[in-house]
């Protein structure tokens, strides 16, 4: 599992000129997932994406999480992540997992991302997304396991 992880100002998702999910303050994440992925990865992403201390606290140090802030999530599903372009011109996506199983994963990681009182909003899985955001900071950061 793969997860972006964007401080944002404010994101949106619109998908054929609507808007289908759009925060405030908190996070944007690019959520991608493998074959090998299941519940105990998305237990540790989750624990790690609303507790991962980077939002200002009174002295300007990044010293605060996602809960700290009571921040929002845009969660975005992101296929791509798993994109190998170590060969040739063209990614191979062959480490991405198919978009039946993928789907399961990710309505459980928002589901579970829900259950600790953190506003969710996503995009629609599988569909052409156009994301907006702005980055604050700007900080971004990779998260795998």
């Known amino acids: 599992m793969r997860v972006v992880v964007q401080r944002c100002e404010e994101a949106k998702v619109t998908v054929d000129g609507k808007v289908v999910g759009q925060i405030d303050k908190g996070l944007m994440l690019l959520v991608g997932f493998t ?13 790690k994406v609303i507790n991962l201390r980077i939002f200002d606290d009174e002295n300007g140090v990044m010293n605060k999480s996602l809960l700290d802030t009571n921040g929002s999530i845009l969660s975005i599903s992101q296929f791509t992540l798993y ?7 063209r990614p191979s996506y062959t480490k991405a997992l198919s978009g039946d199983k993928a ?22 899985f599988g569909a052409e997304m156009k994301v907006t955001f702005t980055n604050d900071g700007p900080i971004t950061i990779l998260l795998e396991k």
């Open 35 to 47: 074959d090998t992925d299941m519940s105990k990865e998305i237990d540790y992403m989750v624990d």
């Open 83 to 89: 994109g190998d372009a170590s060969k040739g011109r």
């Open 103 to 124: 789907t399961i994963l990710y309505d459980e990681f928002n589901s579970k991302l829900k259950n600790q009182n953190v506003n969710v909003e996503t995009g629609i």
